[in-house]
T-cell receptor, first 114, second 113 residues
Framework: ETGVTQTPRHLVMGMTNKKSLKCEQH?????MYWYKQSAKKPLELMFVYNFKEQTENNSVPSRFSPECPNSSHLFLHLHTLQPEDSALYLC?????????????FGPGTRLTVT | AQTVTQSQPEMSVQEAETVTLSCTYD???????LFWYKQPPSRQMILVIRQEAYKQQNATENRFSVNFQKAAKSFSLKISDSQLGDAAMYFC??????????FGTGTSLTVIP
């Protein structure tokens, strides 16, 4: 365990459904991240929050909507997804001011879009 | 944007032997940080080792060491005395001073008993 938890661990949803992924960390970190992990591709950074403010949105489709209500929690709201959105979604956190510090990852949510 | 390349999708090593995983990156920045992460099957990604670009000395962590060649933009990971528990996906990552992380595609390491 690295101190970052994600729920649910597995999710199957239809293209018309709305669901949310949750990430929680109690490591005192002030930066949180969403990544998409697909087979044979680099981890794709989706969103970055520094001190609860979104600082990065790497051309992510609007069907993915992040929310960071406080520095310990991060959500990814999903709606009208496509089958190609099926992947492992990883949450990570890190201390913002310590650049030598690594990111701490959660176990991921395995998402399948049918 | 920075890119990180791991040219070995799969590697295998005999238990107790040594293996080297390669990583190259492309950047125009002079100050950055490099990491190797390990992702065991169905388990969380964890840090293996880190290297600050301004440090010439190669980082070591027990059986893990890196060969950092800044001019060549190369950052390879050497695993000595390989153990069955080392079997995992290994990702090379680059972090710039703007807190942006870039990952490679990963190398799947198999340890043969």
């Amino acid at each position: 365990e690295t101190g970052v938890t994600q729920t649910p661990r597995h999710l199957v949803m239809g293209m018309t459904n709305k669901k949310s992924l949750k990430c929680e960390q109690h490591l005192g970190h002030n930066a949180m991240y969403w990544y998409k992990q697909s087979a044979k591709k680099p981890l794709e950074l989706m969103f970055v929050y520094n001190f609860k403010e979104q600082t990065e949105n790497n051309s992510v489709p609007s069907r993915f909507s992040p929310e960071c209500p406080n520095s310990s929690h991060l959500f990814l709201h999903l709606h009208t997804l496509q089958p190609e959105d099926s992947a492992l979604y990883l949450c990570a956190s890190s201390p913002l001011r310590t650049l030598t510090a690594e990111q701490y990852f959660g176990p991921g949510t395995r998402l399948t879009v049918t | 944007a920075q890119t990180v390349t791991q040219s070995q999708p799969e590697m295998s090593v005999q238990e107790a032997e040594t293996v080297t995983l390669s990583c190259t990156y492309d950047t125009s920045e002079s100050d950055y940080y490099l990491f190797w992460y390990k992702q065991p099957p169905s388990r969380q990604m964890i840090l293996v080792i880190r290297q600050e670009a301004y440090k010439q000395q190669n980082a070591t962590e027990n059986r893990f060491s890196v060969n950092f060649q800044k001019a060549a933009k190369s950052f390879s990971l050497k695993i000595s005395d390989s153990q069955l528990g080392d079997a995992a996906m290994y990702f090379c990552a680059y972090r710039n001073t703007g807190n942006q992380f870039y990952f490679g595609t990963g190398t799947s390491l198999t340890v043969i008993p």
